[in-house]
Nanobody, 114 residues
């Protein structure tokens, strides 16, 4: 049984920082792509950042230079360090595991005030 649980969301002022975590449990493929997606109010879910099992990363243009995605294999945890946060970063952030199958977390709310 696979489970992804996000944590670390909350309320922060513009310019502040926040670190999201995604704890993964269950039997998952070692060859995978893990990522963070977000869905802002009234908008479609969009890619934020991804990292492959080989360590390659990719970011949305809107977060380049501000966000950093990483993974800790020993702890089976995915992270998203968010710096210089802007009000437009406000959204529900979702953790995703992709391989033969795709799994999603329940999401964690990030609210950036101005």
């Amino acid at each position: 049984q696979v489970q992804l649980v996000e944590s670390g969301g909350g309320l922060v002022q513009a310019g502040g920082s926040l670190r999201l975590s995604c704890a993964v449990s269950g039997s998952l493929s070692t060859d995978n792509i893990m990522g963070w997606y977000r869905q802002a109010p009234g908008k479609q879910r969009e890619l934020v950042a991804v990292v492959t099992s080989g360590g390659s990363t990719n970011y949305a243009d809107s977060v380049k230079g501000r966000f950093t995605i990483s993974r800790d294999n020993a702890k089976n945890t995915l992270y998203l360090q968010m710096n210089s946060l802007k009000p437009e970063d406000t959204a529900v952030y979702y953790c995703r595991h992709g391989s033969i199958y795709v799994y999603w977390g329940q999401g964690t709310q990030v609210t950036v005030s101005s």
